[in-house]
T-cell receptor
Framework: AQSVAQPEDQVNVAEGNPLTVKCTYS??????LFWYVQYPNRGLQFLLK??????LVKGSYGFEAEFNKSQTSFHLKKPSALVSDSALYFC??????????FGTGTKLQVIP | EAGVTQFPSHSVIEKGQTVTLRCDPI?????LYWYRRVMGKEIKFLLH????????ESGMPNNRFLAERTGGTYSTLKVQPAELEDSGVYFC?????????FGQGTRLTVV
């Protein structure tokens, strides 16, 4: 079965510090991996994706993610967190441009 | 370019009533998906349309849920009769040949 896992329900980080939101995947073949963000009272917004190519993917709002095949991980990172980054982050995968399967989500709290 | 839009944004209904959610995908997107997130849990896939055809409806919880996409444009998701456990946020998404774009969701509360 194809799936993603987000081991942390919540991540707290001080404003200005680097942040990491973890995601691991178990997908056979070449995974298509995504990060989405849900701000309070808003819909899901696409942040970035990995299909092929460079393992370091840059996305919206200064976020980036590193695809690590040996560790089957796709952690979301940002060098300097903003209070406005506080939101719910979902890692997701699909076997192609088809059905997307989501992780359980990680609540990011950036503390001023 | 307009994004995926969903109506209504919120709905509060009593147990046993009927509710219909609507999704307008991005124009030209053949793929339309419905997802649901129950409070505190993961976002779960409900079904996938390709144009007007149901490609995959393996996530539909039971026969109280009916999804349609007449003409391959907008889609509706009807819950009849609604139960308490149907409460949650229902997301719609559409895609062409790239990643899926999501609507803002409909928050359904069954009381």
């Amino acid at each position: 079965a194809q799936s993603v896992a987000q081991p942390e329900d919540q991540v707290n980080v001080a404003e200005g510090n680097p942040l990491t939101v973890k995601c691991t995947y178990s997908v056979s073949g070449n995974p298509y991996l995504f990060w989405y963000v849900q701000y309070p009272n808003r819909g899901l917004q696409f942040l970035l994706k990995y299909i092929t190519g460079d393992n370091l993917v840059k996305g919206s709002y200064g976020f980036e993610a590193e695809f690590n095949k040996s560790q089957t991980s796709f952690h979301l990172k940002k060098p300097s967190a903003l209070v406005s980054d506080s939101a719910l982050y979902f890692c997701a995968e699909s076997g192609g441009y088809q059905k997307v399967t989501f992780g359980t989500g990680t609540k990011l709290q950036v503390i001023p | 370019e307009a994004g995926v839009t969903q109506f209504p944004s919120h709905s509060v209904i009593e147990k046993g009533q009927t509710v219909t959610l609507r999704c307008d995908p991005i124009s030209g997107h053949d793929n339309l998906y419905w997802y649901r997130r129950v409070m505190g849990k993961e976002i779960k896939f409900l079904l996938h349309f390709v144009k007007e055809s149901k490609q995959d409806e393996s996530g539909m919880p039971n026969n109280r849920f009916l999804a349609e996409r007449t003409g391959g444009t907008y889609s509706t998701l009807k819950v009849q009769p609604a139960e308490l456990e149907d409460s949650g946020v229902y997301f719609c998404a559409s895609s062409g040949v790239t990643e899926a774009f999501f609507g803002q969701g409909t928050r359904l509360t069954v009381v």
